[in-house]
């Protein structure tokens, strides 16, 4: 998951995603971890890059 202005002074921000969250209803939330082992879900990324891809690709 990407984010243009979450990282460390608004910088971008790329994390892993560590596990898919499905609701009953069927939704699907990204669930991350960030260096500091910080498990969070990424409702607010701002683009989703698929695994081997570049953010340029």
Do not use: C, N
């Not at 243009?4 to 209803?25: F, H, N």
């Amino acid at each position: 998951m990407h984010w243009k202005d979450e990282g460390p002074g608004r910088t971008p921000l790329t994390e892993q995603v560590l596990a898919w969250l499905i609701t009953s209803q069927g939704r699907a939330t990204a669930i991350t971890v960030d260096a500091q082992g910080h498990v969070e879900d990424a409702d607010g990324a701002d683009a989703f890059i698929p695994p081997g891809q570049d953010l340029g690709s």
